[in-house]
């Protein structure tokens, strides 16, 4: 086993990311995508033949899904279905999420074994989560669900940002830009993905089977190199579940942009945590449904141009 530390490059955008991330003015020396998926890694997908609706003889890339058992110190937690990059990001982020770490708790190490398929998270602290993982309901997440547990024990306490603000010309500019960006989900569906933006600026693109470890994946790369969060934007691919906000509010995000749909409940805790909840946002359309006060409506929706089919036809087979 080997201990997962920051990849090449990785560092300096991150101290960037610090500097820039204190006013919002200071965003444009920011680097864009300082992490986002590579369609071209050949550990992630795999080339499969098949025949089309006409008969005819085709090969299509399919997404490749396999176990990651994670442990906490010497406990096992969950066995998760994953494309199975950035394990330490993943592995960080559903223990956060899942309130087993504290923001304020010291990671001796991180040990990846890929062909054991495990992860082990090691804590200065002693933890015992015996009782918690009793509590287990499964959520709409896909793929395989997360455990629910004490998922809300802190979501009361968590007080948002009141200072963010929504520029609907961010909005559009993601979207263009994240929708053109290379990924898993144009190259071959069966895929969500979640960024981590700051105005009109991607940060961290991260793709999964399951839209709840994207996120897992961006909360563990934020908590691992100290980076704010009431500053900054989650944009989804996926549904506006209660899970979905659930997950932003904990990670102290208080803007969640999705280019895909609500659950009443969704609605209904994002209103009660104060998150600004945008769905639907594709082309030049999007509805708000909580959290309104934050947006600015600075572009004229005539002026945007309509999505390309292609990212419409996608969305509506995988969604």
């Given at each position: 086993?080997?201990?997962?530390?920051?990849?090449?490059?990785?560092?300096?955008?991150?101290?960037?990311?610090?500097?820039?991330?204190?006013?919002?003015?200071?965003?444009?020396e920011?680097?864009?995508?300082?992490?986002?998926?590579?369609?071209?890694?050949?550990?992630?997908?795999?080339?499969v033949?098949?025949?089309?609706?006409?008969?005819?003889?085709?090969?299509?890339?399919?997404?490749?899904?396999?176990?990651?058992?994670?442990?906490?110190?010497?406990?096992?937690?969950?066995?998760?279905?994953?494309?199975?990059?950035?394990?330490?990001?993943?592995?960080?982020?559903?223990?956060?999420?899942?309130?087993?770490?504290?923001?304020?708790?010291?990671?001796?190490?991180?040990?990846?074994?890929?062909?054991?398929?495990?992860?082990?998270?090691?804590?200065?602290?002693?933890?015992?989560?015996?009782?918690?993982?009793?509590?287990?309901?499964?959520?709409?997440?896909?793929?395989?669900?997360?455990?629910?547990?004490?998922?809300?024990?802190?979501?009361?306490e968590?007080?948002?940002?009141?200072?963010?603000?929504?520029?609907?010309?961010?909005?559009?500019?993601?979207?263009?830009?994240?929708?053109?960006?290379?990924?898993?989900?144009?190259?071959?569906?069966?895929?969500?993905?979640?960024?981590?933006?700051?105005?009109?600026?991607?940060?961290?693109?991260?793709?999964?089977?399951?839209?709840?470890?994207?996120?897992?994946?961006?909360?563990?790369?934020?908590?691992?190199?100290?980076?704010?969060?009431a500053?900054?934007?989650?944009?989804?691919?996926?549904?506006?579940?209660s899970?979905?906000?659930?997950?932003?509010?904990?990670?102290?995000?208080?803007?969640?942009?999705?280019?895909?749909?609500?659950?009443?409940?969704?609605?209904?805790?994002?209103?009660?945590?104060?998150?600004?909840?945008?769905?639907?946002?594709k082309?030049?359309?999007?509805?708000?449904?909580?959290?309104?006060?934050?947006?600015?409506?600075?572009?004229?929706?005539?002026?945007?141009?309509?999505?390309?089919?292609?990212?419409g036809?996608?969305?509506?087979?995988?969604?």
């Amino acid at each position: 086993m080997s201990e997962a530390a920051a990849r090449p490059g990785d560092r300096e955008p991150v101290r960037q990311l610090r500097k820039a991330s204190a006013k919002l003015a200071g965003a444009a020396e920011l680097e864009e995508f300082l992490l986002r998926p590579d369609p071209e890694d050949p550990r992630l997908t795999r080339r499969v033949q098949g025949l089309d609706e006409s008969g005819r003889p085709v090969e299509t890339a399919v997404v490749m899904e396999r176990p990651l058992t994670l442990f906490l110190n010497g406990q096992e937690i969950v066995t998760m279905m994953t494309i199975g990059d950035y394990p330490d990001y993943l592995a960080l982020g559903y223990l956060l999420n899942q309130n087993m770490l504290r923001p304020d708790d010291e990671i001796e190490g991180i040990d990846v074994d890929e062909d054991l398929e495990v992860v082990v998270v090691r804590t200065a602290r002693a933890t015992n989560y015996e009782e918690k993982l009793k509590k287990k309901i499964r959520t709409s997440g896909c793929a395989q669900g997360t455990v629910f547990g004490d998922l809300m024990e802190k979501f009361d306490e968590i007080a948002l940002s009141r200072d963010a603000l929504l520029r609907t010309s961010w909005i559009y500019t993601l979207s263009r830009k994240i929708n053109g960006a290379p990924s898993l989900y144009l190259a071959s569906g069966a895929i969500h993905g979640c960024v981590l933006c700051q105005g009109d600026r991607p940060l961290v693109y991260m793709e999964d089977v399951g839209r709840h470890n994207a996120v897992d994946k961006i909360a563990g790369w934020m908590f691992r190199h100290g980076v704010p969060a009431a500053d900054k934007i989650f944009y989804t691919t996926g549904r506006l579940t209660s899970e979905m906000v659930i997950k932003t509010v904990q990670m102290g995000i208080p803007i969640l942009v999705s280019r895909s749909g609500f659950t009443a409940w969704g609605v209904d805790l994002a209103r009660q945590a104060g998150l600004t909840l945008v769905g639907r946002a594709k082309g030049r359309r999007f509805v708000a449904l909580a959290g309104e006060e934050r947006i600015v409506f600075d572009a004229d929706p005539a002026a945007t141009g309509e999505e390309e089919a292609r990212h419409g036809r996608r969305a509506a087979r995988d969604d």
